[in-house]
């Protein structure tokens, strides 16, 4: 028989109309019970720890998952904004072909290549189906490309400054070209052979003369630089404008100009007065247009 101080007696009052109940219990039982309780509570709170650790993994997971498919649908967008990027220098270099045989330059290389990979591309950035490779597959494309079409546009930055010089050229030389009537009159004698009014022998004409009123102010037909003044017996009273690029022109039988040697002029600015100094039959102004000092008919320059 066991001894009375070894016995526990466990009351459970429900309350005030409910029956007392009692749990008697030996020491060793106690023990084993409040072992086994506190094992219990151990192993529930390592599930719970665990079951929470779990928990957000797998939200930490989910997040990473969201964050790699959002950062595959960047990439894809990059990737066709890239593709349109590549298709409008691809129209770029077409136009700039255009202007090329336009300015009469060297045309360069086709625009629709193929790639030494073996793949068709434009501008040697190869074209895939946007989604079909890796992510890592696309950004080493992508990254290609790029290289590809910052050469492209390093070398349509080039090709078009080439073409801008060719008209920035032309448009000088057009400035330069003596296109206007240099003075409002009648023409009274063309270029070519023709019999001379002093001798009525025949002779080479260099130029046109363009009879009017004494005094009519004198036009520059295009930009240029002043390049003699001076006077002798047959011209009487001349001058001389260097345009560049091997063109001149001499207005003769003047009666003064405002200018001097070195001054530049603009097409349109008044350069002398119509006179009748030198071997003159009347006021008129004798016109010259001169390539690399060669006479050449005024009137094809004339618009």
Same mark, same amino acid.
């Given at each position: 028989m066991k001894k009375q101080e070894? /016995?526990?007696t466990i009351v459970f009052l429900p309350g005030s109309k409910g029956r007392v109940r009692r749990l008697t219990l030996t020491r060793q039982a106690l023990k084993s019970s409040l072992a086994v309780t506190l $094992?219990? /509570? !151990?192993? @529930?709170?390592?599930l719970a720890l665990n079951y929470f650790q779990m928990l957000g993994k797998v939200w930490e997971l989910d997040s990473l998952r969201q *964050? &790699?498919?959002s950062q595959r649908l960047q990439i894809q967008a990059f990737a066709v904004n890239l593709f349109d990027l590549e298709k409008q220098l691809l129209r770029l270099k077409e136009f700039d072909h255009r202007l090329q045989r336009a300015a009469n330059l060297g045309v360069r290389e086709r625009a629709t290549v193929t790639d030494a990979r073996g793949g068709p591309t434009m501008l040697g !950035? *190869?074209?895939?189906?946007?989604g079909t490779p #890796? #992510? =890592?597959e696309m950004m080493d494309q992508m990254r290609w490309g790029i290289t590809r079409l910052k050469e492209e546009a390093s070398r =349509?930055?080039?090709s078009f400054q080439r073409i801008f010089e060719h008209f920035e050229d032309r448009r000088y030389q057009l400035a330069a070209t003596p296109s206007l009537w240099p003075v409002r009159g009648r023409l009274t004698s063309h270029f070519g052979y023709r &019999? #001379?009014?002093? @001798?009525? $022998?025949i002779e080479f004409h260099s130029g046109i003369d363009i009879a009017t009123a004494k005094e009519t102010p004198v036009y520059a037909p295009a930009d240029g630089?002043? @390049?003699e003044v001076g006077y002798n017996e047959g011209y009487g009273r001349y001058l001389e404008i260097d345009h560049g690029y091997g063109l001149r022109t001499a207005y003769g039988h003047i009666s003064h100009t405002p200018l001097s040697v070195g001054q530049k002029v603009r097409r349109g600015q008044a350069i002398a007065s119509v006179g009748n100094s030198g071997n003159s039959t009347g006021p008129h102004l004798h016109y010259e247009v001169r390539v690399q000092n060669v006479p050449r008919n005024p009137m094809k320059y004339i618009f």
């Amino acid at each position: 028989m066991k001894k009375q101080e070894d /016995l526990f007696t466990i009351v459970f009052l429900p309350g005030s109309k409910g029956r007392v109940r009692r749990l008697t219990l030996t020491r060793q039982a106690l023990k084993s019970s409040l072992a086994v309780t506190l $094992a219990v /509570l !151990v192993v @529930s709170v390592f599930l719970a720890l665990n079951y929470f650790q779990m928990l957000g993994k797998v939200w930490e997971l989910d997040s990473l998952r969201q *964050e &790699t498919r959002s950062q595959r649908l960047q990439i894809q967008a990059f990737a066709v904004n890239l593709f349109d990027l590549e298709k409008q220098l691809l129209r770029l270099k077409e136009f700039d072909h255009r202007l090329q045989r336009a300015a009469n330059l060297g045309v360069r290389e086709r625009a629709t290549v193929t790639d030494a990979r073996g793949g068709p591309t434009m501008l040697g !950035v *190869e074209i895939t189906k946007v989604g079909t490779p #890796s #992510s =890592q597959e696309m950004m080493d494309q992508m990254r290609w490309g790029i290289t590809r079409l910052k050469e492209e546009a390093s070398r =349509q930055e080039v090709s078009f400054q080439r073409i801008f010089e060719h008209f920035e050229d032309r448009r000088y030389q057009l400035a330069a070209t003596p296109s206007l009537w240099p003075v409002r009159g009648r023409l009274t004698s063309h270029f070519g052979y023709r &019999t #001379s009014p002093f @001798s009525g $022998a025949i002779e080479f004409h260099s130029g046109i003369d363009i009879a009017t009123a004494k005094e009519t102010p004198v036009y520059a037909p295009a930009d240029g630089v002043v @390049s003699e003044v001076g006077y002798n017996e047959g011209y009487g009273r001349y001058l001389e404008i260097d345009h560049g690029y091997g063109l001149r022109t001499a207005y003769g039988h003047i009666s003064h100009t405002p200018l001097s040697v070195g001054q530049k002029v603009r097409r349109g600015q008044a350069i002398a007065s119509v006179g009748n100094s030198g071997n003159s039959t009347g006021p008129h102004l004798h016109y010259e247009v001169r390539v690399q000092n060669v006479p050449r008919n005024p009137m094809k320059y004339i618009f």
